[in-house]
């Protein structure tokens, strides 16, 4: 096959490959190519409808690992709200945990790594992971609102 052979050859298994990408039906070449670009936009339109949902929402993730006596808390937001710190605290206090060591950083987002142990008045104990992430969640969801 010549040069020129293999080049329409490979040219048509690529217009097939946009075709079959793009869901097209179309047999020529322009058809295929307008069919591939109105894909495309409706691509670049779902992308941004997408984009605009997540700004508006705040991603958190909430991590607890049980410890021999307390857990290791991670908090995650992707934005920090004021009073964030306060109202996990606060659910803190309400399971009965003691803050033990914590690292926080709050400027763009709000990080959080505590270690809770069970406070004097033994509420803590038997306690599991499950619920003090739901407590955790509780806090943020709460000053999100």
Do not use: H
């Amino acid at each position: 096959m010549s040069s020129r052979g293999r080049k329409k050859a490979t040219l048509y298994e690529k217009l097939m490959q946009l075709r079959d990408v793009t869901n097209s039906t179309a047999l020529n070449k322009t058809s295929i190519v307008v069919d591939a670009t109105k894909y495309i936009e409706e691509l670049k339109q779902k992308v941004e409808s997408l984009n605009q949902e997540i700004g508006t929402s705040e991603i958190s993730t909430v991590t607890v690992e049980a410890l021999e006596k307390g857990f290791l808390i991670n908090v995650y937001s992707e934005k920090n709200c004021p009073g964030l710190l306060v109202s996990i605290l606060e659910a803190f206090e309400k399971l009965g945990l003691e803050v033990l060591d914590a690292r926080v950083s709050c400027t763009d987002s709000f990080q959080l790594e505590a270690v809770g142990g069970d406070s004097s008045e033994g509420q803590a104990e038997g306690m599991d992971a499950q619920v003090v992430k739901q407590a955790v969640l509780q806090a943020i969801s709460n000053v999100q609102e």
